[in-house]
């Protein structure tokens, strides 16, 4: 079966650190790419950026750039997404998912985030 | 910056079919995905390339994209299709999320 699970409920203080992880299994981890999305408090979702594990090639969304860092360890085939300095407006469920393209054609055609982790719950606050 | 607008809400009886939108610039020259989300619950892909279901989705969804408007549509909505829809592309190698729109079954 392929799935993604994440790490646990974090609470943290403002200015804190973090590395929340998203561990694949039942597929090629380093030939997908890795996306997170961000999930605040009944809001919508936001897409963070991407990692692809095969050659560590990151991109992220101008909203995040320099916010967050995405890495992965493909030896334990886990992605993971950290923060420096937390804020209360980190406050958030954070999903990471499995991206996929196909090459037909000479072309690139996007099929979506297929697999999708669990959530990791992210409180902030003093 | 590329932006998806979605209906915030969507209202359907059961057994009758549900439409949702999401609009963006030349929505139609990309390729769009849409996912469910149920409370507490992580999302579901359920269209991508405008008009494919993943295995495992029923057939009453099916998807279209043209010019500059995607649609989710929902053939004998059932109770628990009830759930957030969010509509998905990309622009410029980054990947943008409509607003979501909540369908209720009523």
């Known amino acids: 079966e392929v799935q993604l699970v994440q790490s646990g409920t974090e609470v943290k203080k403002p200015g804190e650190s973090l590395k929340i992880s998203c561990k694949g299994s039942?597929?090629?981890?380093?030939?997908?790419?890795i996306g997170w999305v961000r999930q605040m408090p009944g809001k919508g979702l936001e897409w963070m950026g991407m990692m692809y594990p095969g050659d560590s090639d990151t991109r992220y969304s101008p909203s995040f750039q320099g916010q967050v860092t995405m890495s992965a360890d493909k030896s334990i085939s886990t992605a993971y997404l950290q923060w420096s300095s937390l804020k209360a407006s980190d406050t958030a469920m954070y999903y990471c998912?499995?991206?996929?393209?196909?090459?037909?054609?000479?072309?690139?055609?996007?099929?979506?985030?297929?697999?999708w982790g669990q959530g990791t719950t992210v409180t902030v606050s003093s | 910056s590329y932006d998806l607008t979605q209906p915030p809400s969507v209202s359907v009886s059961p057994g009758q079919t549900a439409s949702i939108t999401c609009s963006g610039d030349k929505l139609g020259d990309k390729s769009a995905c849409w996912y469910q989300q149920k409370p507490g619950q992580a999302p579901v892909l359920v269209i991508y390339q405008d008009t494919k279901r993943p295995s495992g989705i029923p057939e009453r969804f099916s998807g279209s994209n043209s010019g500059n408007t995607a649609t989710l549509t929902i053939s004998g909505t059932q109770a628990m299709d009830e759930a957030d829809y969010y509509c998905q592309a990309w622009d410029s190698s980054t990947g943008v999320f409509g607003g979501g729109t909540r369908l209720t079954v009523l």
């Open positions: 998912a499995r991206q996929v393209w196909n090459y037909v054609g000479g072309h690139y055609y996007y099929n979506g985030m297929d697999v």
């Open positions: 039942g597929y090629s981890f380093t030939n997908y790419w």
